[in-house]
């Protein structure tokens, strides 16, 4: 088994598993902090893996069911960044689905299987398997 590391990388496996974690506080994007959560990933899952560092996305507010109905946005509006709220998300990507949710399980509930993601650039892990001891 051979390890290889890619920095500033594009997935390049074919159907990657990719999880996104929010994170709640601003304590876990901490280079620190961040830095523990990989090592501890990196013990844990022995197949291809990666991640890309948190940065702050918008979310949009949760529909509120009391208040009136509101119309679908139309061509040519925007929404208003004022009305989102901004958290940090990070992407993992995993090559096996097993690993995914060892990841998943890790983590708890902080953390959603995503069939889109933005384009980031990952950190990967890649394991590689040969014929040597």
Same mark, same amino acid.
């Given at each position: ?44 899952? =022995?197949?291809?893996?990666? !991640?890309?560092? $948190? ?6 507010? &949760?529909?509120? #069911?009391?208040?009136? @109905? ?39 509930? =902080?953390?959603?299987?995503? !069939?889109?993601? $933005? ?6 892990? &890649?394991?590689? #398997?040969?014929?040597? @001891?």
């Amino acid at each position: 088994m051979k390890k290889k590391l890619h920095i500033d990388s594009k997935i390049f496996f074919p159907n990657p598993y990719v999880v996104m974690l929010e994170h709640n506080s601003y304590e876990d994007v901490e280079p620190w902090h961040f830095q523990k959560l990989t090592r501890k990933v990196y013990r844990l899952i =022995k197949g291809t893996w990666g !991640y890309c560092k $948190p940065e702050p996305e918008y979310k949009f507010p &949760e529909k509120d #069911e009391k208040k009136s @109905p509101t119309l679908p946005l139309l061509s040519g509006k925007f929404i208003p960044i004022h009305n989102m709220d901004s958290v940090y998300r990070s992407y993992w990507v995993f090559k096996d689905e097993i690993d995914a949710l060892q990841f998943r399980l890790m983590i708890g509930e =902080k953390s959603d299987h995503v !069939y889109m993601w $933005p384009k980031r650039y990952f950190t990967i892990h &890649e394991v590689i #398997e040969t014929d040597e @001891p």
